[in-house]
């Protein structure tokens, strides 16, 4: 497998977000930037796949129900 290339500069490359809030900050990104959401059901809740205004994807914002442990 190869590594993509990286975005031309001025653009954001993939990322999962994932976030206490996730609505919230879907709601963020989408009035920021001009994205649109599309839920992803993950059975009880939505996850969120952020596309740009042609379509095409741009990030994920998930869902965060614990607390990272770093220890």
């Given at each position: 497998?190869?590594?993509?290339?990286?975005?031309?500069?001025?653009?954001?490359g993939?990322?999962?977000?994932?976030?206490?809030?996730?609505?919230?900050?879907r709601?963020?990104?989408?009035?920021?930037?001009?994205?649109?959401?599309?839920?992803?059901?993950?059975?009880?809740?939505?996850d969120?796949?952020m596309?740009?205004?042609?379509?095409?994807?741009?990030?994920?914002?998930?869902?965060?129900?614990?607390?990272?442990?770093d220890?």
């Amino acid at each position: 497998m190869t590594t993509p290339p990286p975005p031309a500069p001025g653009r954001i490359g993939w990322v999962d977000l994932t976030v206490d809030g996730a609505p919230r900050i879907r709601d963020f990104y989408t009035a920021v930037t001009g994205w649109t959401a599309e839920g992803l059901s993950m059975g009880d809740y939505d996850d969120y796949l952020m596309k740009a205004p042609d379509g095409t994807p741009q990030a994920g914002v998930c869902a965060l129900f614990e607390p990272a442990n770093d220890s």
